[in-house]
């Protein structure tokens, strides 16, 4: 056991040793060894310069073509833009109407439309009363209510005449739900007796 001991403890105190000594505190005057230079000294490029190791010459390179930012992939031409393929618009948006919806849409559409085109969609927003040289529109006229669904969607995101785009502002999803309640509102302004339902049309009658 001691001579195991002795073989195994020597190299131990060997290495201390080498170790001690070799910390002694004294710098190095030649040079670290180095063993991959290469990226030592990489040329760069500032902003708008010229690179030549590119056929175009420059050293900004574009995006490789149909390449999509994440998150921005629109395969569903209909949802995100209000047009078919073709170019015309969709008649009926592209989701389906439900009472949520339209409910989204009429909170929307309070913060970001009924400034101008009023509460009731009849064009009497803040702005009319305010004298700040505007003129928005009803949309209770024939030509609005027959018109598609896209177009309105699209006007919501690009704008039109003196309206400016809204896409920075409202989500897809929710240019579907403000146009779902414009919907709602040219209905309510309308609307013929044949589409109250009938047990709510009757507690109509009985009203003063």
Known sequence: MKRTSYIFGCPCILAMVLMVTGCRGSLKENPPIHINPNMDSMERFEAQEANPFFADGRAMRP??????????????????????????????????????????????????????????????????SGGYGFAPIGYHNDRLRTIEDGYLYEVIARGVRTMPGYAQQIPVADRWAIVAYMRALQRSQNARAQDVPPDILSNLDNLP
């Open 63 to 128: 995006p490789v073509p149909g390449t999509v930012a994440r998150g921005l992939l629109r395969e569903d031409v209909e949802f995100h833009t209000g047009r078919r393929s073709d170019g015309s618009y969709v008649e009926v948006m592209p989701v389906e109407y439900t009472v949520d919806l339209a409910l989204r849409g009429r909170s929307r559409y309070n913060i970001y439309c009924a400034v101008c085109h009023g509460e009731a969609g009849d064009g009497q927003g803040i702005v009319m």
